[in-house]
Every structure is written in C-alpha cells, then in structure tokens.
C-alpha cells in the first residue's frame, strides 16, 4: 500500500491504490498503531535501561568472604565511582596478580584494612583484588587536570580501593602516570605495585637515587620474582653494585637483568659466599622473619648501613591478636636479637611497604622508554581465566610477572 490514497468517514477507512480497495475499522486503524507505539516505547525503555545497567555496572573477579581459591567469583558488579574531584576513570587494559592478592583473598591484612575501611567509609564486600593496572582513562574528576580521556595510563590504586581485577577501577591522578609509550599494556601492567614497594624501600627508606648509588653495594634476597626483578634493574642503572640470591634455574635470569654477583640460595655455604663479599650498604629483605634477620650481620658497621624488609609483622600480627595488641606484638620484634645486633653496629632496620607513587612512576617511566628497565613476565592469561592466574602465581616459583588481559594488545 505504498502510494495509496486514504478516505475516511466516521467508522470506516478506505485505501484505494491503483489495482485494490482495503477497507477496515476506523477504531482499528486508531487502535494498533497506539499500541505499537507502547509497544515501541515499552521495548526502547527496557533497551535503554539495559544499556544503562550495563553502562553502569563492569564485570570483575571478586570475593564475598575470604578463603581459598575457590571464592573468587566472576560477575557483574557496580562501576567504581569518583569519590573525590582528582580521582580518575580508568578502562582496564591489563593487570599482574601480586602476592598481596592470593593473601588479601585469603584475610591477610583483615583486621587493620577493615578499621582503615571504616574510617574512609569504604565497604569491605564484594572485594574486588588486583593492585597494578595499564589502561585508558575513560573520565577525570573535576579537578584532575593531569590526564584527559584517552590517555594511556598505568598505576596503583590504594590497598583499600576497588581493585584492578575488573574491568574499570577508579585511582587517584598522584596514583597513576602516562605509561611507557613502547611498551604494550601487558607490560606496563607488570610494574607499577612492585615498582612503588621497591621504591619506598630504596628510594624513601635507603635514601638511594641515581646521584648516590654508585658507589653502594645492594643485596637484593630472591632476585627472580616481581619485586628482585625491578629491584635489580632499578639499581643497575643507577649503577649500583648488586649481589643477589635466587634458585639454581634463576641464575641465568638474574644475571641477565644486570646482577653482578649471583648466589645460589639452595648453596650450603651461601652465607659464607655472601660474607666473602664484603659489607653491604641496604639489603634489601621481600621475606623477613628469622631468615631474613640472619642477613642484617651483613651490613657494613657504623655506616649508617640499612636493611628493609618488606614482610614486616603489622599485618600479620594485627590479624593474629586484633588491632591493639598486635600494634604492641609487631612492635616488640625490633627486639629481636638480631636487630638489636643491627642497631648496636650503627645500622638501621626499617620496614618497606607498598605505597601508591604517580611521580615515581613518572621517572621509571623514562628508564623503561630508554630500554634501562625491560618487563619480565613469565605468563599471560585472558580475564576469563583471572582465578587461574592466582592459581599459578601462588603454587609459587615466580619467575617475573603474571600479566592478566581484559583487552587483549592486539585488539586495542
Ligand atoms: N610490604 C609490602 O608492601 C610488599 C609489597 C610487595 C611485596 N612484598 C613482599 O615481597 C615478597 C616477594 O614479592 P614478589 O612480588 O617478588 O613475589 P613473587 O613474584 O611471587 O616472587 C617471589 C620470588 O622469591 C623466590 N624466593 C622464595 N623464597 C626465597 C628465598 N628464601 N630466597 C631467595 N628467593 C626466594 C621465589 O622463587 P623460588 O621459590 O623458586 O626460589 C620467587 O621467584 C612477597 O611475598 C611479600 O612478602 C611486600
């Protein structure tokens, strides 16, 4: 009924067209366009609000109460908001599974998190883990004039915010920077939480920079995972002498990242071969506990010689005992034995954490565009396969950094 001419009387509509005459109810004719319109208007209300919940909500690995692997759950969970006008939208590209997330999934750290929680009113579930992430700032708080939409940014948010194992997460601009420009978003996911702990323990707590290095001598124990692998890098190219220690298979690893001296921590006389080497001006301790104490009658006496250990009890300790008296029990391990050794030699002991670092980032950034820092990633895994990429870097070995994909490269 293309061209057709329409009469109507008051009941009737006739549609004349060249060959046909349609005649049907005026009522009708009235009616079922009505209710398509409804119909039409019903349909796009649903579509919109569907495109509305799916614009508002992402799909992220998360936790509703602590345990195992297996309470890692894979759905669709709320956007992180900006909660302050210099916090930034960030799309997901990639992110590393740290160590901290295999714990935090299990509890570490509940105790004295939650109380940090409460006190920025934060909630606890659903946890969403992942603390590194390189990816695309999809929308800036009002006040956060250091990136625009579109920037390719790599960063950390803090240890109580929506994680990085979704797919958007929401930090503040000091806890991001522009990522390397040659390397992949695989890659700058792979460094920024290791990169801002070791900065911390060398760079704030050691007092290392590039203008005071080179004449330093640096232990860094356990050479081949995230943390020795940026440790080591870091260092060398402030030109730093470092010695480290690793299994027999991680030997050719560490070498290659710039190591000068090797050893073999599975050596029956590795602290002798340590010894041989003379003094150390930081040593530089992931583990701590008494295997890591035994390492401060390495330093070089009255120097002002340091030793950091970024498994200090706090944590632990508060989650054994509560907040009140595990303060008091983590404070008593300064007086342990050997650190008190440490102290009576003139040396300092100091505890490293993790700290979220846009201006740090902003200088390792130009050591990784000049090739002085190279990522090492032993694995990559799709997002779909986030649990297994826990699974991986808990049955432990690291060898570098397991990278998990939202986007992949490719299709970026
Ligand atoms: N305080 C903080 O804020 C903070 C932040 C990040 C990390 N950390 C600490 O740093 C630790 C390491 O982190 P990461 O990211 O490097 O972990 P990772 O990537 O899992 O690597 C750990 C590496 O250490 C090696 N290793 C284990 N025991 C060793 C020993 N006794 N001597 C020498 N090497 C040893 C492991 O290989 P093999 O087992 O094959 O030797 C593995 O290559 C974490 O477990 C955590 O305690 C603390």
Redesign the pocket.
Known sequence: MANCVLLTSRRKCFALSQTNTFSFSRSKLQVSPVRSLIHTFKRSLSNNAENLSARNTMEAWYINEYGSNDVLQHGRLPLPSLRTPTDILVRVHSASV???DYRMRSGYGESLLNLWRKLENVKEFPLVLGRDFSGEVVKTGRLARRFRKGDQVWGTPSVIAVGTHGQFVVASQDEMSIKPFNWTHSEAASLP??AC?VWTALASRAGLKPENSHDKHVLV??G?????NFAIQLLKAWGAFVTT???TD?VELVTGLGADHVID?SAADMMEQLESLGSFDVVLD???GD?GEQYTSLLCKWKGAIYVT???PLLSKTDEYGTGLGLLSAGQYLTSSALQKAFCSGSLVSW???SPNGAALDYIRSLCQSGMIKPVIQEEFPFSKTNEAYVK?ES????G?IVVNMISDESS
């Open positions: 740290n160590p901290i939480y290791v702990t124990l356990g081949s995972g995230g943390i020795g220690t690793c299994a991680a921590y992931p583990f701590g295997v970024l498994a200090p490293g954490f993790f870097l432990g070995h690291a060898r950094k």
